[in-house]
């Protein structure tokens, strides 16, 4: 393992009909949205397993009981765990500090960043290894795709208009207010709409 003192989390939701990618649903439909889910989850859970680069802790919502999760752990060499929290401010807030008990890093990502790499997140992990207490990587819709931690900062993660175009910049203000020292990377796509989704498919055939 090249990271032994890292964990990255990936915040998955179990892929049920209607609860997942719902603004896919009106152009793909409930199947597609739902087996796109589970394709996702399996496809980050390769990729960071497959790289050797640090521990893997699903996140799993609402609970760890969905087939999907219980085979996850079957396949691969992961640790699951139940997010906790009334919103995703407070989810990953409450992961990093769990995971910041046991590892001197912690990187959170979700599952809809497909061309989000191994060496994306290396560079985040050298970016904490170097002495930044943060790392970013924004996503080109205006949040971000990863967030790299040496300590959870709960001023990160609370009161930010999660889901929208501002998470980005509303965290930078929050950076500088703090005095944070932190690292950006280069943006990167996610699959929120079905110009996303086009693109995904093109990117796996």
């Excluded at 992961?78 to 990093?96: K, P, T, W």
Aim: proline share 3%.
């Amino acid at each position: 393992m090249r990271y032994d003192d890292t964990i990255v989390l990936l915040f998955a939701k179990a892929p049920v009909a209607g609860q997942v990618n719902t603004r896919l649903i009106p152009d793909i439909g409930e199947q597609a949205a739902t087996q796109l889910q589970h394709d996702l989850i399996h496809d980050r859970l390769k990729m960071l397993t497959a790289s050797g680069l640090c521990h893997v802790r699903l996140m799993c919502a609402p609970d760890e009981q969905h087939e999907c999760f219980r085979s996850c752990k079957q396949s691969y060499p992961i640790e699951l765990s139940v997010q906790q929290g009334e919103d995703l401010g407070e989810r990953m807030f409450n992961g990093a500090s769990k995971a910041l008990h046991d590892h001197r890093y912690c990187i959170i990502i979700g599952t809809d960043a497909p061309a989000l790499d191994a060496e994306r997140i290396a560079q985040a992990i050298e970016g904490l290894r170097s002495g930044k207490q943060a790392v970013f990587v924004p996503a080109e819709d205006g949040g971000y795709v990863l967030a790299g931690l040496s300590e959870a900062r709960d001023e990160l993660f609370r009161d930010i208009s999660w889901g929208s175009a501002k998470v980005m910049q509303q965290t930078r203000s929050r950076l500088e207010e703090h005095a944070i020292a932190f690292l950006e990377l280069e943006s990167c796509w996610d699959v929120d709409v079905i110009e996303d989704y086009r693109r995904y498919l093109q990117e796996i055939s």
